[in-house]
């Protein structure tokens, strides 16, 4: 049985969404790992929640990278282990280098709640591999800043490596880039996005 460690920062707010959904949906083990921790023991996965970690100051996911919590989930990263960051989790995976590219204020500069419909573009990963190339899915997103930014270079490796997992279905909510919603590593055991699955 897969065991997640659920990682919480000050000001997390979907940790306990997404515990409910490893445990009642995936039939899996999670358990609640402070951000003060040095270490993560026994964990097959690690997911980093959405909310405001430190109330999103200076930069959202900018102070969360310095936990110490953080070294250890890249080096867990780093061997291969599988890491999700849904909404904040997603900017804290891109501000401590995991992940490429950046996010920026929604183009409206505007806080969006709302569902969306997303086009599934890799269904080769662990994270995607149950869904079909091109099926359309239905989630919330709620975020000031999911506008993924990446230059034309970082464009033409992301679709280069099949890292693109999601975009936006007709409607782009935050002005992203070519309506990215999620993206992975390179290695594909990294997944980060906006919407919020759990």
């Given at each position: 049985m897969i065991k997640f460690s659920i990682i919480v920062f000050p000001g997390s707010n979907c940790d306990n969404d997404a515990f409910y959904a490893i445990k009642n949906n995936l039939g899996s083990v999670a358990e609640f790992v402070w951000h003060k921790e040095g270490s993560l023991t026994n964990c097959d996965a690690i997911l980093l929640p959405g909310g405001f970690s430190y109330g999103d100051y200076l930069r959202t996911g900018a102070i969360a990278k310095f936990s110490p919590i953080m070294k250890e989930v890249v080096k867990k990263a780093m061997e291969g282990i599988p890491v999700i960051g849904i909404c904040n989790g997603f900017q804290i995976l891109?501000?401590?280098g995991?992940?490429?590219?950046?996010?920026?204020?929604?183009?409206?500069?505007?806080f969006l709640s709302q569902n969306v419909d997303l086009d599934v573009i890799n269904n080769n990963t662990m994270f995607t591999s149950m869904y079909n190339k091109n099926q359309i899915l239905t989630m919330p997103i709620a975020h000031g800043m999911g506008n993924?930014?990446?230059?034309?270079?970082?464009?033409?490796?992301?679709n280069e490596n099949d890292q693109i997992a999601f975009k936006y279905n007709k409607q782009n909510p935050n002005g992203s880039t070519s309506s990215i919603a999620g993206i992975f590593n390179k290695n594909k055991n990294i997944l980060g996005m906006m919407p919020h699955p759990e």
């Open positions: 891109i501000e401590s995991l992940l490429p590219g950046a996010l920026i204020t929604n183009k409206k500069v505007k993924y930014v990446a230059d034309d270079n970082l464009l033409h490796d992301l």
